[in-house]
């Protein structure tokens, strides 16, 4: 298993959190978009696919063993983590999807550091990471088109 313990971001470091993954193919294909857009991190919560699987590994095209992901366990590990990132990045923003925003993700300011969290392909985010986020947008499909699947 893959194990990280030192991480070194840049001074303006994007982070992402996925809340309870439910598919194989979308786990691995953010991955790789995490990799494509220089997302020095991936965290990942709930009851959640396996990232070993080989639908996820395969998905990922090789970003599984470039980027650190790490597993949430808790809530209480989700604001230990917060805390630290807030204490060193002081204007770190939490921003999470929603449906219920106008904006979006495309228009949102990522210049400064931040931690985006995004929800499963059913559900969206829990509740407790809603009460976390700073700021929500939403991920803009075609009018008339809701979508929570975030690959």
Known sequence: MKQHNNFCYSNNPILLLVDRPSKKGNLG???RSCDALNVEHIFYSGHSVDIYDPAVITASMGSFFKLPITFVSSNNEFETIVTDLKNKFKNLKVVA?????RNRLQDYNFTGPALLLIGNETDGL???Y?????????IS??????????A
């Open 141 to 150: 499909m075609r009018e008339g088109i809701d979508s929570l699947n975030i």
């Open 97 to 101: 999807t929603s449906l219920q925003t």
């Open 130 to 138: 809603n009460e976390k986020a700073d700021d929500f947008v939403k």
């Open 126 to 128: 829990c509740k407790f």
């Open 29 to 31: 294909t953010i991955i």
